[in-house]
């Protein structure tokens, strides 16, 4: 269920203030969930590898997907 079998797009959310990038993401998640059809798989959101660097907060969230058109479709 992971790359190459499927594809995978990385948000990179990034300010001063680790709660809005993490309100900021969660926004964007339900937005995405309302589609009846939707196709996807939304991890996160979840905190960067390295949270913390340059005095800037830093989340991720990923999405994955099967059909790269779709995937395009939702992002965009």
Known sequence: QMP???YAILIRCESKD??????FLQKHAA?????P???LDIW???PAPMERK???YQ?????LSADRPRL????R
């Open 44 to 46: 996160g959101p979840i």
């Open 54 to 56: 340059a005095g800037r």
């Open 4 to 6: 190459p079998y499927r």
């Open 37 to 39: 059809d939707l196709v």
């Open 18 to 23: 680790q709660a809005q990038n993490t309100e």
């Open 31 to 35: 937005l995405l969930r309302q589609y």
């Open 59 to 63: 989340s991720h969230m990923v999405l």
């Open 72 to 75: 395009h479709y939702y992002v």
